[in-house]
């Protein structure tokens, strides 16, 4: 498991430092294994903003910009980012910066017109393996402002081996737990007021299986906004997790799981029939995962459905057939708690 330092001294923070810290954990029993900076280095990188943008008057694919950077005057930096836009807020590298690498960002002239930085991407800060454009930044960010700082990025990434009777340590709630009571110090739980439903609907659940699946519970949610975006910061803590964006309704429910230790799993409530059934699987019973493997699961194995059949592994993997896409409008949210021997053993099963 990996874990930000950054986001763990936010639930608690003992006078110790990374290399103090680290150890600690290890003779808990909390073995890490390695401890990494969150970023690669690199300096003289800022936020800046698009003030303009012009065609270059020679090269179909780039464009000329004029970014405000915090100075007296706007730097002209030649972009060919797909999406660059006026008004978005971008890492800029000014004249003199190092990247990874050791990539030096020098005043240069591309197809005959000057350009005076660079507008970044998060591959070229090292964020990313790849990328297709920019990398924005929160609109209200401050020009001129370090994207380190900014971002946190002077964080460190700790890597813990956990071993099976740790399950209390599969978030961040029980990690600070542990440091605050290896530390003698304070513990400071994460505030979570009650959210009074908006709307009436409820979708309809059965246990068929109470002993694998004691407790299963869902809320309905409609009208989430298929436009939307994760928050940076949000993005931030789930690639120092590990963990991939792959949009809002996912990146939410990701979240919770590391921070609570609280797996949960979004269905496109419109793609659902019937109502929730939690069972074993029967013969022909057949599921396409979100990875694309299709399995056929065996009669030892619990199963998440609807009355038209199997929706997901439970407690391992979601099917495509009720995953959420950019179309997705109405919401069903799964928190449910699987006996763990019901689960043991069936993601290596599938291969998963």
């Given at each position: 498991?990996?874990?930000?330092?950054?986001?763990?001294?936010?639930?608690?923070?003992?006078?110790?430092?990374?290399?103090?810290?680290?150890?600690?954990?290890?003779m808990a029993?909390?073995?890490?294994?390695?401890?990494?900076?969150?970023?690669?280095?690199?300096?003289s990188?800022?936020?800046?903003?698009?003030?303009?943008?012009?065609?270059?008057?020679?090269?179909?694919?780039?464009?000329v910009?004029?970014?405000?950077?915090?100075?007296?005057?706007?730097?002209?930096?030649?972009?060919?980012?797909?999406?660059?836009?006026?008004?978005?807020?971008?890492?800029?590298?000014?004249?003199?910066?190092?990247?990874?690498?050791?990539?030096t960002?020098?005043?240069?002239?591309?197809?005959?017109?000057?350009?005076?930085?660079?507008l970044?991407?998060?591959k070229?800060l090292?964020?990313?393996?790849?990328?297709?454009?920019?990398?924005?930044?929160?609109?209200?960010?401050?020009?001129?402002q370090?994207?380190?700082e900014?971002?946190?990025?002077?964080?460190?990434i700790?890597?813990i081996?956990?071993?099976?009777?740790?399950?209390?340590?599969?978030?961040?709630?029980?990690?600070?737990?542990?440091?605050?009571?290896?530390?003698?110090?304070?513990?400071?739980?994460?505030?979570?007021?009650?959210?009074?439903?908006?709307?009436?609907?409820?979708f309809?659940?059965?246990?068929?299986?109470?002993?694998?699946?004691?407790?299963?519970?869902?809320?309905?949610?409609?009208?989430v906004?298929?436009?939307?975006?994760?928050?940076?910061?949000?993005?931030?803590?789930?690639?120092?997790?590990?963990?991939?964006?792959?949009?809002?309704?996912?990146?939410?429910?990701?979240?919770?799981?590391?921070?609570?230790?609280?797996?949960?799993?979004?269905?496109?409530l419109?793609?659902?029939t019937?109502?929730?059934?939690?069972?074993?699987a029967?013969?022909?019973?057949?599921?396409?995962?979100?990875?694309?493997?299709?399995?056929?699961p065996?009669?030892?194995?619990?199963?998440?459905?609807?009355?038209?059949?199997?929706?997901?592994?439970?407690?391992?993997?979601?099917?495509?057939?009720?995953?959420?896409t950019?179309?997705?409008?109405?919401?069903?949210?799964?928190?449910?708690?699987?006996?763990?021997?019901?689960?043991?053993?069936?993601?290596?099963?599938?291969?998963?």
């Open positions: 498991m990996k874990i930000s330092e950054h986001w763990l001294r936010e639930w608690v923070n003992p006078a110790v430092s990374s290399a103090e810290l680290a150890a600690q954990l290890t029993g909390l073995e890490v294994d390695s401890v990494e900076p969150a970023a690669p280095a690199f300096e990188v800022v936020v800046g903003r698009v003030i303009g943008l012009v065609p270059h008057p020679d090269a179909d694919r780039l464009r910009a004029s970014v405000d950077v915090g100075g007296a005057e706007p730097l002209q930096i030649v972009c060919g980012a797909p999406n660059v836009a006026v008004g978005m807020c971008a890492p800029t590298a000014l004249i003199g910066a190092v990247l990874p690498g050791g990539f960002i020098k005043q240069s002239k591309l197809r005959g017109v000057e350009s005076q930085g660079m970044c991407s998060a070229e090292g964020l990313a393996e790849s990328s297709s454009g920019l990398l924005p930044l929160p609109s209200d960010s401050r020009p001129g370090n994207v380190r900014l971002l946190a990025l002077d964080d460190s700790i890597e081996e956990l071993t099976p009777n740790r399950g209390d340590c599969l978030g961040m709630e029980g990690i600070a737990r542990e440091v605050a009571t290896l530390n003698r110090c304070e513990f400071r739980p994460l505030p979570a007021d009650a959210v009074l439903p908006v709307v009436d609907a409820t309809p659940v059965k246990l068929l299986d109470p002993a694998d699946c004691p407790r299963y519970v869902g809320r309905v949610i409609r009208g906004n298929p436009a939307a975006e994760t928050p940076l910061w949000m993005q931030e803590r789930l690639r120092r997790a590990g963990v991939r964006s792959l949009g809002p309704l996912v990146d939410v429910t990701n979240y919770v799981m590391l921070e609570l230790g609280q797996p949960m799993h979004a269905f496109d419109g793609r659902l019937g109502g929730i059934e939690v069972r074993r029967r013969p022909g019973d057949r599921l396409e995962l979100l990875n694309g493997v299709v399995v056929e065996d009669a030892e194995t619990l199963l998440i459905t609807d009355h038209a059949g199997p929706l997901a592994l439970a407690g391992i993997m979601g099917g495509e057939i009720s995953s959420c950019d179309a997705t409008r109405d919401v069903f949210l799964e928190s449910a708690f699987f006996a763990p021997a019901s689960i043991a053993g069936r993601a290596r099963r599938y291969g998963l």
